[in-house]
């Protein structure tokens, strides 16, 4: 089963926040589902209000209570099935009395042919070592870690094995576009953008495996076909109000029914991080592979340092015509 990546309703998830970070009440009403069946989850225990005359009432009494604050949000991320969607988010909220890092959940419903609100939770994350009693594997970088320590390749994860390019793009210092933008013209720009992605992918015998917020992950079975269609896209962005980074490595990966795993994945993602706008960087072993290529030339390498992944590695920018 896949889901669609839905803009529309990462543009919706933001209004939420930034409505909630201003007190308004008359916009929440529109946001939300007026359902008796909407639920809402907040940070305090006694914090679950059922309708939504119950959630705006307590939410107007609330916001008259609240000291200054602001809520920076810093990241959205969205699907959608049909009738329903929904979003993971990341906030800050800031107090007089400092930062306080926030994760939200919501569940979406379509309504009148727009997206509102049908489930909402917030939380505040705590170390697992406070809920469990133990410290707990908690992101990719830890994981790459540990199984570079153990000497693992994850072997015992099921699906096939093979060689394949792995290209990440990623679109530079979104968050501050999408606030000059706006939700609806941002919603529109990724939309669109995420179009060129799979056009360009595929005219070059490529595969999008997911889009990423503002970014995405791609597959080739040729390492020249990755960097032939990484130029395309950089090319693609030459009247675009942004610019892209895009990241490339070729090594052996683990294919499951809709991802890709393996140490491969991290790297590339890695290299792609070490990008500038408008660049392409590809790992040695990608410039290995390719060799010579008619139009386009690989530049000097530089040794860098990949977050999560031990030791230097040579990268090195694409250059072309």
Request: with cysteine; glycine share 10%.
């Amino acid at each position: 089963m896949s889901f669609t990546h839905s803009p529309e309703i990462e543009a919706v998830a933001r209004r939420v926040l930034a409505t909630w970070g201003k007190g308004d009440a008359e916009t929440m009403s529109n946001l939300f589902s007026s359902s008796a069946d909407l639920r809402v989850l907040g940070f305090d225990a006694d914090e679950q209000w059922s309708g939504a005359d119950e959630f705006l009432k307590v939410f107007t009494t609330q916001m008259d209570e609240m000291p200054d604050w602001s809520i920076e949000n810093h990241h959205v991320e969205a699907f959608e099935d049909e009738s329903f969607g929904w979003a993971i988010l990341q906030s800050t909220i800031v107090t007089p009395e400092g930062e306080t890092p926030i994760r939200h959940t919501a569940v979406f419903r379509l309504d009148g042919g727009a997206w509102k609100v049908v489930q909402w939770h917030n939380s505040v994350p705590v170390p697992n070592q406070q809920v469990f009693g133990v410290e707990l594997t908690t992101t990719l970088n830890r994981l790459v870690a540990s199984v570079l320590d153990a000497g693992s390749d994850l072997a015992g994860a099921s699906g096939s094995e093979g060689t394949a390019t792995l290209v990440f793009t990623d679109i530079v210092d979104s968050t501050v576009l999408a606030q000059s933008v706006g939700d609806l013209a941002w919603a529109k720009i990724i939309s669109s953008h995420e179009r060129t992605i799979g056009r360009i992918a595929g005219s070059h015998g490529g595969t999008v495996v997911k889009f990423l917020g503002d970014g995405s992950m791609l597959v080739f079975e040729s390492a020249r076909a990755a960097i032939r269609a990484a130029v395309e896209l950089q090319r693609s962005c030459d009247a675009e109000p942004y610019t892209i980074r895009i990241g490339i490595h070729t090594g052996e990966v683990i294919r499951t029914a809709n991802d890709l795993l393996g140490l491969t994945v991290n790297k590339a993602a890695r290299v792609a991080s070490a990008a500038t706008g408008g660049g392409i960087m590809v790992s040695s072993t990608t410039r290995d592979v390719v060799g010579q290529m008619e139009g386009v030339r690989i530049g000097e390498p530089k040794i860098v340092l990949l977050k999560g992944i031990a030791d230097a590695h040579q990268i090195a920018p694409v250059e072309w015509q």
